[in-house]
Each structure stands twice: as structure tokens, then as C-alpha cells.
């Protein structure tokens, strides 16, 4: 398991796409969860299906009376992004806006480019500039392509999508991890399988269905329903996106086991001799002030977690930050000795022989302007890209999770559940003759039998896995849509 290395309470959180099905129910859910929390919304709101629904959806939210803005623009507008972003400090965000759908994409491909790529891409250029601690963004199951192994596993090869829409979603994925190697922004991407739930999208199989045996139509259910999915309810995708919040990918390199209780790291002998001196003499006698600065100012922190403390004494502390490729040095009086002020000296003139930049500030504007120093800080790093060299930054602060139910329905298990929901919930009749509402049809090409999620990463580091049984999930689903449509 992972740990929750971001507090939600008193923060401010943006989410794209907010009107949308899974955006909507995904802030509803912060408030429920947060009692202090800020969210921020945006959302074009475009007809690609009836803008009532998220005019609904949104109405909603309102009612809940938070603190909650809403902002009707496209991400894709970068002038839009940048003043948002210049505007509120957001500690999380959580990018959902996007065109979906796949056959939409054919006559479309436009709206894909737009929103998944331009758009995507301004979100990511906002995170660089600001100091963002969580960039956690939708992918999609779409992006397994034709895949013949399942479960499907992050670890799986997917280099082919079939579809502009996976496409896009895949150059998330690329995009957002030379983002999170470059420029240090952890990012989860989070690749959803088939999200159903009340208020859902009405492009998507299920509602479509609904609406077809409402009108009394016959509907396809393709490969005679010997197809298998995972079917997610709405409810497990926000539990699984709450969960990952509070949790950034970490970018600790992997290399000296000595330097890494206190972030320190080097590939480099002489700076290891001495790290390993300096570490070993912090840990047998460190100041509280140096306790305070050394976590405060940890390389994957960067100062971004500080609070500040009560009154810092007389210190040094010296602060590498390999991913950057900076020293940071306070004078102060706590190693007197002639050999430590020459090994600081030493170490220091190492370091910018490595090609580092040295940052120095003195104890007064530490003492006294402790904010002012970590901004200093941040704004040299922020923009600053990694260097890409062996044995720098190695990992990366990026992961990509499954979120699927990982126990594939029968298509035609499903629809015949979805049929008996409807009916009990009014929908359609008692007596609704399902038989000649439906047609068996063969595969389509292109469609794959069976896909679903392997989940396990998910379970492993968050403790959770999607579990809503279909029934209970189409059950909402159904209670919904006869009170939307007053049945
Ligand atoms: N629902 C699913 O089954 C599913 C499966 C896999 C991935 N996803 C992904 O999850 C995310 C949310 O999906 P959803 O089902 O809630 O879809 P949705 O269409 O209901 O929500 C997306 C919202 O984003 C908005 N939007 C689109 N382009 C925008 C832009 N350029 N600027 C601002 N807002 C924009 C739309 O108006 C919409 O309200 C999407 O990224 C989608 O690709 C969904």
C-alpha cells in the first residue's frame, strides 16, 4: 500500500470536464468527503450529447451550496488555463474534459485533436508553471486496442490503437510521462473501463439501449452476446479517483541506499564519501532545524509541502537536489569546525564542477523569509527540465492504473439484467417482450470477445478494487432514468 502523501482538507482542487458524468459525480464526492475543500470546474459544455444533462449535473453540485466556481471554457483555450491556473493555487488536478467516444471520431477527429491533445497539453504547460502536486487524468481501457491477452495489464504492450480516440488518450499517457520526467510533475493517468451509472452518458451502450426498448426498437447485441466486459459503476471509478488524489508518484532515483533516508543521491564517489559523512553526522545529532528543513526541502517536495515551524536557530543546511541539478546552501554556525566548513566547501565546489547551480541564502532570509526562499527555489526548478543523463532522476514520478470491475460481464447477461432493472423501476412494462426487442447480430470487426481490467497494481497500492455488482449498478441506473424521464 501506498501512502496518502497529499492532504485534500483546506486544499484547492480544479477538475475538467466537470459537468460531465464521471466530473460531476467525481466533485460531488470531494464535497461529500472534504468538509474544507475548493473546487474549481471547468467545462465547455458541448452537444456532443443533450447539454441538459450537464446543465443538470451542475445544477446539482450548486444545490450543495460549497465552495465551488464554475468556469464555462475549453481547456484547449490556453489563455483561459494559464489565468485559471494563475488564479487559484491548485494543489490536485484532475483532467477529465475530453471528446469521447470512438465512432464519433470518424466524423469528428477535430473535436479529439482539440480537447485530447491541445487541451491536454495546455493542462500539462499549466502544471509545469505552477506548482501543481498531482496531475491525475482520464486514459481509457480503449487504448488495449485489439489486444488478444487478458486480464489487460499496464504491463501490456499498446502501441496500436484502432481508434483516433485511443489514440489520443495514448499520447496522453506519452505526453504526460515526458512531463513527469522532465519537469518533475507526478502524474497518474487512469485508464477507465466502460463507466455506466445514473445521469451517464447517453452515447454509451447501455443508455442507448434504454432509450431504444423505451421507443419500443429492436437493439443489436453483437457476437450472439458472447462478448465479455467489464462494466465499472460510477461510484467505484470516483472512490478509485479520490484514492489516488492523495497519493503522487514518487521520483526517488534509486541509487545510493545510504543517501536515500535523507534524499540525498549520487553516483559519484567523492560526493558519496562525503554525503555519506554528512549524513551519518546529521543523523546522530540534527538540529530540530535541520529536521524541519531536511524534510521540509526533501528533492520530491521541493518545498511545495512546507509549512513553516516555530523559531529556527543558528544552522547549515545543504540541500541537493539532484533532479535539478541545484545546491542549496545556508550558512550558519552549527558545524564550526575547520574540516566540516572545508568539506561543505568542497562539496559545494564538486557539485557545481557536476554542472550545478549553487543557490545560496543566509540564515537571516531563512529565519525570517522562509517563503520567499522556497519560492526562490521553486521558481529556479520550475522550468528547469531534468537532466536526461545516466544515473539522474532515473524514475520517474509517473503511474497509469487500471480502474475496471476486473470480472467481465456477459453482454447478453447484461442486457437481460439491464432489461429487468427497467422493468422494475417502470421503465418499460411488465410485460415488455424483450425477445422482439432484441436481435443477435455476429462481431463486429474490429471488436474483441473479451476485455477486462487487471486491477491488481490498483489493489496493491490503494486497497481498493471496483466491486459494485452489475445488478445494484443498473438498478441506480434505471431508478434514475424513470425519475429523469418521469415514468
Ligand atoms: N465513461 C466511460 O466509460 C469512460 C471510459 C474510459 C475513459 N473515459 C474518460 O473519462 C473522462 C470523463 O468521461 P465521461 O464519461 O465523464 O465523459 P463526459 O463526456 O460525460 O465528460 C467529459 C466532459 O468534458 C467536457 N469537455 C469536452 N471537451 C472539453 C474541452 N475541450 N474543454 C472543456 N470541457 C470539455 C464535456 O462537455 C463533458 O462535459 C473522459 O476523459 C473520457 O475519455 C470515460
Redesign the pocket.
Known amino acids: 500500500m501506498v501512502e496518502y502523501n497529499i492532504s485534500l482538507e483546506g486544499k484547492t482542487i480544479l477538475v ?2 466537470a ?5 460531476s459525480n467525481l466533485v460531488m464526492r470531494l464535497f461529500k468527503d472534504f468538509k474544507d475543500i475548493k473546487v474549481v470546474g ?5 452537444n ?1 450529447y443533450d447539454v441538459r444533462l ?1 446543465e443538470e449535473r451542475l445544477a446539482k453540485i450548486e444545490a450543495l451550496g460549497r465552495d465551488w466556481t464554475f468556469v464555462r471554457d ?3 483555450n490556453k489563455a483561459c488555463i494559464e489565468r485559471l491556473f494563475a488564479k487559484h493555487e491548485f494543489t490536485v488536478v484532475v483532467n ?5 467516444g470512438v465512432r464519433y471520431s470518424i466524423t469528428n477527429p477535430d473535436a479529439y485533436i ?2 485530447n491533445l491541445i ?1 491536454f497539453y495546455n493542462i500539462l504547460e499549466a502544471c509545469r508553471h505552477h506548482s501543481v502536486e498531482h496531475l491525475v487524468y ?1 486514459s ?2 480503449s487504448v488495449y486496442g485489439s489486444n488478444k491477452k487478458v486480464p489487460y495489464s499496464t504491463d501490456d504492450k499498446v502501441d496500436n490503437p484502432v481508434s483516433l480516440y485511443a489514440a489520443t488518450k495514448k499520447s496522453n499517457e506519452l505526453l504526460a510521462h515526458a512531463y513527469s520526467k522532465l519537469y518533475n510533475i507526478p502524474s497518474t493517468g487512469l485508464r ?1 473501463f ?2 455506466y451509472g445514473p445521469a451517464g ?1 447517453p452515447d ?1 451502450a447501455y443508455f442507448g439501449f434504454t432509450n431504444k426498448l423505451r421507443e419500443g426498437k429492436t437493439i443489436q447485441i453483437f457476437n450472439y452476446g458472447n462478448c465479455k466486459r467489464d462494466f465499472t459503476f460510477v461510484d467505484d471509478i470516483v472512490e478509485g479517483v479520490v484514492r489516488v488524489m492523495q497519493h503522487a508518484p514518487e521520483a526517488s532515483p534509486k541509487s545510493s541506499p545510504k543517501g536515500k533516508d535523507l534524499g540525498i543521491h549520487t553516483s559519484d564517489p567523492l560526493m558519496y564519501g562525503l554525503l555519506k559523512e554528512r549524513a551519518e553526522e546529521m543523523r546522530k545529532n540534527p538540529t530540530e532545524a535541520e529536521s524541519i528543513l531536511w524534510n521540509a526541502l526533501k528533492a520530491k517536495e521541493l518545498g511545495v509541502k512546507f509549512r513553516r515551524q516555530h523559531i529556527i536557530e543558528d544552522f547549515i543546511v545543504d540541500f541537493y537536489c539532484n533532479e535539478y541539478k541545484v545546491t542549496i546552501e545556508v550558512d550558519g554556525k552549527y558545524h564550526g569546525t575547520f574540516e566540516q566548513t572545508k568539506s561543505d566547501s568542497e562539496r559545494t565546489a564538486r557539485l557545481i564542477e557536476l554542472g550545478y547551480t549553487e543557490l545560496r541564502f543566509t540564515n537571516e532570509e531563512i529565519l525570517h523569509d522562509l517563503d520567499n526562499v522556497l519560492k526562490k527555489i521553486k521558481t529556479f526548478c520550475s522550468g528547469t527540465p531534468f537532466p536526461l543523463g545516466e544515473g539522474w532522476g532515473e524514475a520517474v514520478p509517473y503511474k497509469v492504473y487500471n480502474i475496471g470491475n476486473s470480472s467481465p460481464e456477459n453482454l447478453l447477461d447484461f442486457v437481460t439484467i439491464l432489461q429487468e432493472e427497467l422493468i422494475a423501476a417502470k421503465v418499460l412494462p411488465a410485460d415488455y417482450d424483450f425477445e422482439a426487442h432484441k436481435e443477435l447480430v455476429p462481431m463486429q470487426p474490429g471488436d474483441v470477445p473479451i476485455t477486462y481490467a487487471d486491477t491488481t497494481p490498483l489493489e496493491e497500492d490503494f486497497g481498493f478494487r471496483p466491486s459494485t455488482p452489475l445488478r445494484e449498478g443498473l438498478r441506480k441506473f434505471a431508478q434514475w432514468y424513470a425519475e429523469y424521464y418521469k415514468m
Request: aromatic content about 10%; proline content about 0%; charged content about 10%.
Open positions: 475538467t470536464g459537468a460531465g458524468f464521471i466530473g471547468i467545462d465547455s459544455m458541448n456532443y450537464k475549453n481547456i484547449a477529465l474534459a475530453a471528446q469521447a482539440e480537447s487541451g482520464a481509457s481501457s477507465f466502460t463507466v452518458r454509451m
